[in-house]
């Protein structure tokens, strides 16, 4: 399985956005955005070009694509089935993005980041509608139940990722039982409920060149 392997700060640099890639560690003063905010490599930060028409567009593509961690080829092929499916293809994408199993699981706080619940999706400690899952692409319905593994409720990765994440919200779609360690879905995503700041209609005109 293919995946970025580099440093994921860099990244965040790179758009000039926290993009949470790396959890607890993005909300404090260790964020490399809070110390570096400028681009990297060897004039990043002496350079600042003017960005406008395709490198915006390229930046809107590269930030939502990053923010799922999602790696090129996998992310046209989202783009491409979105604009198979009714109604707004900007829309149709991010929706099918919400939909992964690995982002209902950071979702539901059980992961400080969309890499870590990608890791406990990996590793068979997420069960849907009690049976395992593994596929972290996996897209969740409206019925479902996504569980965390009764032999795996005392991970401290867990445990110390609920506690971090009191503040977040749960999105309206999920249904989230904090005792039980599991979540139902009880309607698909809607726009409103991507809470990052996004303009979907780049990547679309982006990809529609």
């Given amino acids: 399985m293919a995946r970025y392997r580099e440093a994921v700060c860099r990244l965040c640099r790179r758009e000039g956005v926290k993009l949470f890639l790396k959890g607890q560690r993005c909300l404090t003063?260790?964020?490399?955005?809070?110390?570096?905010?400028?681009?990297?490599g060897q004039h990043g930060k002496s350079?600042?070009?003017?960005?406008?028409?395709?490198?915006?567009?390229?930046?809107?593509?590269?930030?939502?694509?990053?923010?799922?961690?999602i790696l090129e080829d996998q992310f046209r092929s989202y783009f491409e089935k979105a604009a198979r499916m009714k109604g707004i293809t900007g829309e149709n994408l991010l929706l099918m993005l919400e939909r992964r199993l690995d982002n209902a699981v950071y979702r539901m706080g059980l992961a400080s980041s969309?890499?870590?619940?990608?890791?406990?999706?990996?590793?068979?400690?997420?069960?849907?509608?009690?049976r395992k899952v593994n596929i972290p692409s996996f897209a969740v319905v409206p019925g479902q139940e996504i569980a965390l593994r009764e032999s795996s409720r005392n991970m401290v990765a867990v445990l110390r990722s609920l506690d971090l994440s009191g503040g977040r919200n749960i999105?309206?779609?999920?249904?989230?039982?904090?005792?039980?360690?599991?979540?139902?879905?009880i309607s698909l995503p809607k726009r409103e409920d991507v809470n990052f700041p996004i303009q979907e209609q780049m990547v679309v005109e982006l990809y529609s060149k």
């Fill in 114 to 130: 969309r890499a870590a619940a990608r890791q406990l999706v990996r590793h068979g400690h997420i069960q849907v509608s009690g």
């Fill in 171 to 185: 999105p309206p779609w999920l249904q989230f039982d904090r005792e039980g360690l599991k979540a139902r879905v």
């Fill in 29 to 40: 003063d260790k964020c490399e955005i809070e110390k570096r905010n400028f681009a990297p």
């Fill in 47 to 69: 350079r600042r070009p003017k960005v406008v028409g395709y490198g915006l567009q390229l930046r809107e593509k590269q930030k939502l694509r990053r923010l799922y961690g």
